[in-house]
């Protein structure tokens, strides 16, 4: 089973950018579905994005949309979350996810999560 440990979140205004990358340990990198979830202050864990194991398919929530982008590399066993035109509603900590399953939505898919790493963005 791997471990995941996230990095490069921080403090960052409105319309800037940010890339959150999880790193992930053991040689079984691409047996797993990957993805991100991130939790505001007061609700509840909600899906950002997911790539495959493959990488050929990813999937975002309608709020992020056009603004993040996920990606794999596999030398590095890394998914990384570019995040773009951040907004303060993006405002969370945001986790990384691995599931042995196909690319889903649903949090209760993953059974492998890292310890999160907090995005505030700034008006």
């Known amino acids: 089973q791997v471990q995941l440990v996230e990095s490069g979140g921080g403090l960052v205004q409105a319309g800037g950018s940010l890339r959150l990358s999880c790193a992930a340990s053991g040689r079984t990198f691409s047996s797993y579905a990957m993805a991100w979830f991130r939790q505001a202050p007061g609700k509840e864990r909600e899906f950002v994005a997911v790539i495959s194991r493959s990488g050929g398919v990813t999937y975002y929530a309608d709020s992020v949309k056009g603004r993040f982008t996920i990606s794999r590399e596999y030398a590095k066993s890394t998914v990384f979350l570019q995040m773009n035109r951040l907004n303060p509603e993006d405002t969370a900590v945001y986790y990384c996810?691995?599931?042995?399953?196909?690319?889903?939505?649903?949090?209760?898919?993953?059974?492998?999560w890292g310890q999160g790493t907090q995005v505030t963005v700034s008006t």
């Open positions: 996810a691995a599931g042995r399953g196909i690319a889903t939505t649903r949090a209760s898919d993953y059974d492998v």
